[in-house]
DNA sequence: AATATGTACTTAGTTATACTAAGTATGAAA
DNA sequence: TTTCATACTTAGTATAACTAAGTACATATT
């Protein structure tokens, strides 16, 4: 189980994580999971009431599309997701920002104690 | 005015950041505000309504305490917060978890688009 | 004198996102 | 036949940062 703290670290990181997935190739909702898993483990292990929400939303906000397959035989439909130009541009962005944020939080980390001088 | 992307990259980082500003000596509330805005710049420049929440929330959890300074002439009163040692290794903590997370996240970003092979 | 600005703290209510927990439906394995 | 893995959905909860408003006092500006 995680602790809260990780929870809160995650916030905004897994929109970015599972653009970043899309960039490759289109890929299912339960397949983004698996990969999230084997990439990210324990931290990054979603039950699918948190991943798919994320796609709706980004389908919502058009950073990602959608098309459902027609089932071929003994085989479940699947929902492939791709991401759009739109998506592409705010993955870039995203990942911008977030070596911004964490080269600056790791540097105020790294502020030595002020011994007596 | 931060992205909503940058707002939720903050969770529970700040936290970690007042915590780390207490480790080197006591400060009052106004006085973290100001430090924050210094080391992090627009990203880390808090309004008072977000900073004094997590001050309350820290004190809750008894990482923090706080005492009120009797106001000299000519003063306001300041309410000075200090680290407990639970809060020390609460810091400690979050700072080995914020390692991982971070190395992970952009190890997963890291990895390359397949071509074909 | 009146107004604005900076210091210093408080609090109510909103938003965003990840979470739990439950459900549907299918096929394969025990 | 019961469990497990696949595959998707959705309602409700928790958390944390946010906006916006307020109090109070001292200093600076007009």
Redesign the pocket.
Same mark, same amino acid.
Request: proline share 2%; glycine share 8%.
């Given at each position: 189980?995680?602790s809260?703290? $990780? /929870?809160?670290l =995650? /916030? +905004?990181? *897994? $929109?970015m994580l599972v653009l970043k997935l899309l960039e490759r190739d289109e890929k299912? +909702?339960?397949?983004?999971? #698996?990969e999230l898993r084997e990439q990210g483990g324990e931290l990054f292990s #979603? =039950? $699918? +009431? @948190? *991943?798919?929400?994320? #796609?709706?939303?980004l389908e919502e906000e058009n950073l990602v599309k959608s098309k459902w397959t027609a089932p071929k $035989? /003994?085989? @479940?439909?699947? /929902?492939?997701y791709s991401i759009t130009g739109e998506g592409q541009k705010e993955l870039e962005q995203q990942i911008l920002l977030w070596d911004i944020f964490t080269r600056t939080v790791t540097g105020m980390l790294k502020e030595e104690k002020h011994g007596a001088e």
């Open positions: 189980m995680l809260n703290y $990780e /929870k809160q =995650k /916030k +905004g990181v *897994l $929109e299912y +909702g339960y397949q983004i999971i #698996l #979603l =039950k $699918e +009431g @948190t *991943l798919y929400p994320i #796609l709706y939303r $035989e /003994k085989e @479940t439909a699947r /929902k492939y």
